[in-house]
């Protein structure tokens, strides 16, 4: 069984940055490197949408609405992180943290294609 964990939401105001972070926990017989991972995030009336996705290769992709602004990474320690900069109004969120654990992930992708996700950490940015 997997487990995933979001946490460094808050509130911030537009322009300020904000670093979220992912651990990820469970034994599922891959490296945690090689695993799929991608954050989500949730506006109060609209759908879920990936927004920045990491393969196993370091290959990452980006939501059009994020691109360079956001940046996904990788730690050491089973950790994913999204530095998010340049924040806007429209960033306001439940921001959610996906893994699908397997042996190569050729992705990155940016579809629902994740079998686990945290319970979401909130990202509140005011004008």
């Known amino acids: 069984q997997v487990h995933v964990a979001e946490s460094g939401g808050g509130s911030v105001q537009a322009g300020g940055s904000l670093r979220l972070s992912c651990s990820v926990s469970g034994d599922t017989g891959y490296t945690y490197n090689t695993y799929c991972m991608a954050w989500f995030r949730q506006a109060p009336g609209k759908e879920r949408e990936g927004i920045a996705g990491i393969d196993s290769d370091g290959k990452t992709i980006y939501a059009d609405s994020v691109k360079g602004r956001f940046t996904v990474s990788k730690g050491n320690e089973k950790t994913l992180y999204l530095q998010m900069d340049s924040l806007k109004p429209e960033d306001t969120a439940m921001y959610y943290c996906?893994?699908?654990?397997?042996?190569?992930?050729?992705?990155?992708?940016?579809?629902?294609?994740?079998?686990?996700y945290g319970q979401g950490t909130q990202v509140t940015v005011s004008s």
């Open positions: 996906a893994a699908e654990p397997m042996r190569y992930c050729s992705g990155p992708y940016l579809e629902p294609v994740y079998n686990y």
